[in-house]
């Protein structure tokens, strides 16, 4: 399912003295089964954007495409549930969204708000206890009992047994372990990759955007600020460090590299494993 | 939805209003809650009205946003208007129809009770927007300090009043969180049956509560580890000082309730 946002604005308590803006003309497009990221320093309107990609919050100007439903600044839509059912948000912390007595019921709670049977629901608690990582004996658990990487597992699960078309995942490994971080991750991708699952993911971990986004978008003061592929981004470190971004490991280390070598590789390497590829190429011609 | 309500919210600015004592302001409303019910007729609701209307001109808080937050409480309001209109059985008799009378009287009483809620709710309401919460736990702690010498926890009470007052908005912000989450998994909070509503708010009220708690112990650890201990020997960073300003106020009221008492007689 594509979404497309044009000059989407948005402001926060609009009308009242608390009136804060958090968007300007933010206009991009998400395509249909692709990876896009979503980056920007602390405050730039990263998680506001994503509010909008499933109308909990609606444009105070410009309009969001959301497969074949128009979300325009003044107008009312019906169909806010089916759009919800089909773009799954995983939002910034989400184990404070848990409530339920057993694992097994909070993820059920989202498929059964959109219509699936009990039985059916819980066949998709299972499958998605075990997509997240988690032992199948935590379903008959409380949530409460749960350490935080767990519950975090638990909401993500959550989301998943929804069976989305496009996952919005807001910092979704924000606190979590290295491996389990890695492994999430790596998840996220091999839905996308299997199912057609179209991603967009908020990070602050110019790592992970620079693996796993086949598209970067780069929001500065509630606008985007560049839009592109990773190895676009990444190449102009100049534009990435005036907002406040990192630039990765593996780039910065390229970067370095160069210079002692008196000139630039092929590619921008994305990975460690491709830089790694790119400086073995090299053994042949230096020796 | 929430940043609607304005009770218990601040509103920084630089009016005369916000730069009282806190202590007159709170020496203000206790003394307001008692004048208001002075007030018996016409005039003297205009009076108090009139002078309502000019505090808030003077606090330079706008009176759409103010009205705006009432919303709220208008249905508390209109529930007390209709039971004076229905039950008071005074005066002449206006409308007539099955078993219900309207009287005259009702009426009246109706329209001035209502006006006395909304004009008590109006002036409280200022004193949060216009002082900030830590500023009125200061004024309560001072005005009650000499129940100190009776042993009565006068710092523990205001402490606990200005950490409930602080975490007003945090809560209400936290509400629309857990709210957005749980419309993400497409829970309905605004159609449906009273009895689907009511089911509806559990998963919104439950990790609400659990974050409280959370909080609340965070906040009790974080307090002890940095060594609070409250009450005696603890200095103030902020020193409360009682201007010309404060002491025209007072006057001012002195002069109100002068003015209210012979005017309620007419
Ligand atoms: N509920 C809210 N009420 C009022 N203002 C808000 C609210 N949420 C966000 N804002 C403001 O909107 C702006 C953008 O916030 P947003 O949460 O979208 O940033 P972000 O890019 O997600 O930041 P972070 O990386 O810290 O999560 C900020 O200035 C923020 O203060
Ligand atoms: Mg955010």
Request: proline share 5%; charged share 25%; glycine share 8%.
């Amino acid at each position: 399912m594509d979404i497309k946002l044009r000059e989407v604005e948005y402001r926060y308590a609009a009308g009242t003295p608390f009136e804060r803006p958090a968007i300007t003309d933010v206009s991009f497009h998400i395509p249909s089964g692709q990876y896009v990221a979503i980056i920007g320093h602390t405050g730039s309107g990263k998680s506001t954007v994503l509010q909008h990609l499933n109308v909990l919050l609606k444009p105070l100007k410009g309009e969001i495409e959301i497969g074949s439903h128009t979300i325009a600044a003044g107008r009312k839509e019906k169909n806010l549930k089916e759009i919800r059912r089909r773009v799954g948000i995983v939002f910034q912390f989400p184990e404070h969204q848990l409530f339920e007595e057993t694992v097994e019921k909070d993820i059920c709670f989202g498929p059964m708000n959109f219509g699936v049977a009990e039985n059916d629901a819980k066949n998709r608690a299972l499958e998605a206890v075990r997509l997240v990582g988690l032992p199948e004996d935590v379903l008959k658990k409380s949530p409460f009992d749960l350490s935080g990487g767990q519950m975090r597992r638990v909401a993500i699960a959550g989301v998943l047994a929804m069976k989305p078309d496009v996952l919005v995942l807001d910092e979704p490994t924000a606190g979590l372990d290295p491996s389990g971080r890695q492994d999430i991750m790596n998840m996220f991708t091999g839905l996308q990759k299997t199912n057609g699952l179209t991603c967009v993911l908020v990070t602050h971990s110019m790592e992970d955007a620079a693996r796993y986004a086949d598209k970067i978008v780069i929001m500065y003061k509630g606008s985007v600020h560049r839009i592109g592929t990773p190895r676009d981004i990444f190449r102009d470190t100049d534009s990435l460090t005036s907002v406040g971004l990192n630039v990765p490991e593996t780039v910065r280390f390229q970067q370095s590299f160069e210079k002692r070598l008196g000139r630039p590789l092929d590619k921008v390497c994305l990975t460690p494993e491709e830089l790694a590829a790119e400086i073995g190429k090299l053994r042949g011609e230096i020796s | 939805m929430m940043e609607k309500i304005i009770f218990g919210r601040y509103l920084p600015s630089d009016s005369v209003v916000h730069q009282m004592d806190p202590r007159a302001k709170l020496l203000f409303i206790f003394a307001f809650v008692g004048i208001v019910f002075l007030a018996n007729n016409v005039m003297t609701y205009a009076l108090i009205g009139a002078f309502t209307f000019l505090i808030v001109f003077l606090s330079k808080v706008k009176l759409r946003f103010l009205i705006g937050g009432l919303k709220p409480v208008l249905l508390l309001v209109l529930f007390t208007f209709f039971l004076h209109v229905f039950f008071t059985k005074e005066g002449d008799i206006l409308t007539q129809f099955g078993l219900l009378t309207i009287y005259k009287g009702g009426v009246i009483k109706g329209i001035f009770i209502s006006l006395r809620f909304l004009l008590l709710i109006l002036v409280t309401s200022l004193l949060t927007l216009t002082t900030p919460p830590i500023s009125v736990t200061d004024g309560i702690e001072s005005l009650f300090g000499p129940l100190k010498k009776i042993k009565v926890p006068v710092h523990e009470l205001a402490l606990m009043m200005s950490i409930s007052l602080r975490f007003i908005p945090t809560l209400l912000d936290e509400t629309d969180k857990i709210m957005k989450a749980q419309r993400a998994r497409g829970a309905d909070f605004s159609s449906g049956s009273i009895s689907n509503r009511v089911k509806a708010i559990i998963p919104l009220l439950i990790p609400l509560f659990v974050s409280a708690f959370k909080r609340a112990e965070e906040l009790a650890v974080a307090m002890e580890a940095r060594g609070y201990k409250g009450g005696e020997g603890r200095t103030k960073y902020r020193i409360l000082r009682w201007s010309m300003r404060d002491t025209m106020a007072m006057v001012f009221l002195v002069v109100l309730s002068a003015a209210l008492f012979i005017l309620r007689s007419y």
